[in-house]
C-alpha cells in the first residue's frame, strides 16, 4: 500500500517498483500509466471512464465502480501481476503525441507579457 507523500519524487520512485496498482484515485492510475505499471482503476466518476476510454484499456480491465464481485476482483489483480506494461497500454504512444501538441504550441514570451 502506497500512502499519500508530499515529497513526489519519491512517490513516483515508489511506484514504477511496483508491478502492479489498484487506483482509487484517477491520478493514481494516471501516474501508474506514466511510470509504465498496468493499474486497475475505480471508476468513481465519468472522467476516470473517459481516461480508460482514451488510454484504450481492454474492457477485461475495467472494475467499473468496483462492480466485480470479490472473486473476479482478486482474479484480476493476480492477472494483472503477469500483464507486461506495453500489453496494458496499447495506446499510450499515440496519448503522448497528442498531450505534447499542448506544449509544442504554447508561445512562453506570451504567457510572461
Known sequence: MLNYNEDIMQTIHILSS???VLS???HGAILSSVVNVPSLLVEYHTKCTDY??????DLKWR??????EPEELKIKIEKLFLT?????????????KLAELNFSQVNLQELIN
Open 18 to 20: 511496483c508491478d502492479a
Open 24 to 26: 482509487v484515485r484517477l
Open 52 to 57: 480508460l476510454n482514451d488510454m484504450d484499456i
Open 63 to 68: 472494475i467499473g465502480d468496483i462492480n466485480d
Open 84 to 96: 507486461s506494461s506495453e500489453d496494458f497500454y496499447k495506446n499510450k504512444g499515440k496519448l503522448l
